[in-house]
């Protein structure tokens, strides 16, 4: 295992936790410690956490809520840095401005009291706003880029530049933050439409009616594991078809529910989420031809 970091003197004197375990902070609950968390509490704050760790030449994770994310039995060498303080939100008129670490569904949710149309897809998602930009987050036939109209971007030095989508190369689960360049999405302007209160609330029960019944909310998961293929049947068919509901490695399972979801049936390990995740990448190959993709990162040392 790689050399874990120590937190610096000029470190200690923001929000700082060392030795933590993910598998508190993700929505599987799996993974090992972090040599450090730190919870930046402002942009500002953010900004210039970031300038002393790349000074110190010390790694960086980011982590939004949690969800999506695999995090190694090995932990994350340098510094988990948790966007969650980031929580402004300021309605006006039919734009929504949202900093990264504001939750999908809470935001939906103000929205829908300010009779808002356009948010309900993301009631259920459990993740942040910084995320759902960074992967393009939907569901329903929804997704971020319908209603993105910019958002704000920190580099690694701290800088804040305003990006519009034309630059964000959005499409299915992608953007141009998809890769690993060190940039971070801050806050987005998501552009909304008018409507009736009741009737968009109405919509985002009908919406958790249909998560309840065919999503496996009752254990804990990533979400979706896998991304749908093109020119394919969705993978959760595939899976489902190949007979692997159910097939488990230790403690991780593909839910009886919804075979696109793998699950915590107890205390899994990371290392068998992924070893699951490859059986079933395995077994649907070998009877369709079909090469599944993960959906959720991997981020740690497995």
């Known amino acids: 295992m790689e050399e874990k970091y120590i937190p610096t003197e000029e470190l200690k004197r923001f929000e700082l936790l060392t030795d933590v375990p993910m598998s508190r902070y993700t929505t599987i609950h799996c993974g090992g410690p972090a040599d450090m968390a730190l919870f930046p509490r402002s942009e500002d704050e953010l900004s210039l956490m970031l300038q002393i760790l790349g000074a110190e030449k010390i790694p960086v994770s980011l982590i939004g809520g949690g969800s999506n994310l695999l995090v190694g039995d090995g932990g994350i060498r340098g510094a988990a840095v948790f966007l969650s303080g980031l929580g402004d939100i300021r309605i ?6 949202a900093s990264a670490g504001v939750a999908l569904p809470k935001l939906a949710r103000m929205a829908a009291e300010a009779s808002l149309s356009g948010l309900q897809f993301a009631s259920g998602i459990p993740g942040t706003v910084g995320g759902a930009v960074v992967m393009n987050a939907g569901a329903y036939g929804s997704e971020m880029k319908d209603i993105l109209l910019k958002c704000r971007v920190m580099d690694e030095f701290g800088d804040v530049t305003t990006m519009g989508t034309q630059e964000l190369d959005m499409s299915y689960r992608h953007s141009v933050f998809s890769g690993s360049d060190g940039r971070i999405v801050i806050s987005a302007l998501l552009g909304l439409t008018g409507g009736e209160r009741d ?74 989420v ?17 090469t599944l993709q993960p959906e959720i990162k991997y981020m740690g040392c497995f």
């Open 199 to 272: 009737s968009i609330m109405e919509e985002m029960k009908e919406l958790a009616a249909r998560r309840r019944t065919s999503q496996p909310l009752d254990m804990p998961s990533a979400g979706s594991t896998f991304r749908r293929p093109e020119d394919a049947p969705a993978a959760a068919r595939l899976i489902d078809d190949a007979g692997l509901k159910g097939l488990r490695v230790g403690d991780a399972m593909v839910s009886t529910v919804h075979a696109g979801f793998i699950v915590n049936a107890g205390h899994a390990s990371a290392g068998e």
């Open 92 to 97: 006006r008129d039919n734009t929504v401005y």
């Open 274 to 290: 992924r070893e699951l995740i490859e059986l079933v990448t395995e077994r649907v190959y070998s009877l369709f031809g079909v």
